[in-house]
């Protein structure tokens, strides 16, 4: 069975940084499409970030753009997300997922039915 574990997440003060990892076991991720989401208390899921199979191609939300990195390293099967300049409003579950169809990229939508999700990890920005 397929599989994403997500780690990195934490409290962390307003203006600060952190870099979350998803990691992906029983395939190659290279084939694979990255996306990012999160899910604020009692909101939707939305879209972070989405990568391709290479760091060249990368789709950002509007709130991530200038803040947030997505980046993978094929060789360790391991996908990243630095994100600096946290404010409050990022808070929330934050959870990787993977397709095999590259064009999810471009689109980035949270309620498109990838092949697999990780479990999420939690992130706060609270001073």
């Known amino acids: 069975q397929v599989q994403l574990v997500e780690s990195g997440g934490g409290l962390v003060q307003p203006g600060g940084s952190l870099r979350l990892s998803c990691v992906a076991s029983?395939?190659?991720?290279?084939?694979?499409?990255i996306g990012w989401f999160r899910q604020a208390p009692g909101k939707e899921r939305e879209a972070v970030a989405c990568?391709?199979?290479?760091?060249?191609?990368?789709y950002y939300a509007d709130s991530a753009k200038g803040r947030f990195t997505a980046f993978r390293d094929n060789d360790k099967n391991t996908a990243y997300l630095q994100m600096n300049s946290l404010k409050p409003e990022d808070t929330g579950v934050y959870y990787c997922?993977?397709?095999?169809?590259?064009?999810?990229?471009?689109?980035?939508?949270?309620?498109?039915?990838?092949?697999?999700w990780g479990q999420g990890t939690q992130v706060t920005v609270s001073s």
């Open positions: 990568i391709s199979s290479t760091n060249d191609n990368v």
């Open positions: 997922a993977a397709d095999g169809d590259f064009s999810v990229v471009p689109r980035c939508s949270p309620t498109h039915k990838y092949d697999t």
């Open positions: 029983r395939f190659a991720m290279q084939l694979y499409a």
